[in-house]
Nanobody, 127 residues
Framework: QVQLVESGGGLVQDGNSLSLSCTSS????????MGWFRQAPGKEREFVAA????????YYADSVKGRFTVSRDNAKNTVYLQMNSLKPGDTAVYYC????????????????????WGQGTHVTVSS
C-alpha cells in the first residue's frame, strides 16, 4: 500500500533544474523525519537529502551539496527537493521516505532507517 506519493520528475538538459514533491493522504508528516533517496540503473539506492521534523535541520549527500535543497511544509503535508545544476549523473529514480521519530531535529541517512517509501519518480538529465 503506497503511502507516500512523489511527483515532479521528468527529462531535463544538463545544467537545468527540477523540483520534486512528496505528499501523503494517509500519513501526517509532522511526526516524521523525511528523506530523499535515488537509485540509478544497476546501482544501489543511495541517500540524497533529509530534513528533520521541524525543518530546522537538513543533511545532504556530498554529491548534491550546494545544488539540491530539501524543504518541507507541514501545513501542506509536503516535502520538496529543489534540484539545480543537474548533471547526467543525477539520472535516477528518486524516492521519498519517512521515519517516525519523537525528535524534531534528528536526521537519518540510511535506507534501513526509513519505514515508509513512495514508488519513485524518474529524473533523466541529458547531456
Amino acid at each position: 500500500q503506497v503511502q507516500l506519493v512523489e511527483s515532479g520528475g521528468g527529462l531535463v538538459q544538463d545544467g537545468n533544474s527540477l523540483s520534486l514533491s512528496c505528499t501523503s493522504s494517509k500519513v501526517s508528516f509532522n511526526n516524521y523525519t523525511m528523506g530523499w533517496f535515488r537509485q540509478a540503473p544497476g546501482k544501489e539506492r543511495e541517500f540524497v537529502a533529509a530534513i528533520g521534523r521541524s525543518g530546522g535541520s537538513t543533511y545532504y549527500a556530498d554529491s548534491v551539496k550546494g545544488r539540491f535543497t530539501v524543504s518541507r511544509d507541514n501545513a501542506k503535508n509536503t516535502v520538496y527537493l529543489q534540484m539545480n545544476s543537474l548533471k547526467p549523473g543525477d539520472t535516477a529514480v528518486y524516492y521519498c521516505a519517512a521515519r517516525l521519530t519523537p525528535y524534531k531535529t534528528f536526521i537519518y541517512s540510511a535506507t534501513r532507517d526509513y519505514e515508509l517509501w513512495g514508488q519513485g519518480t524518474h529524473v533523466t538529465v541529458s547531456s
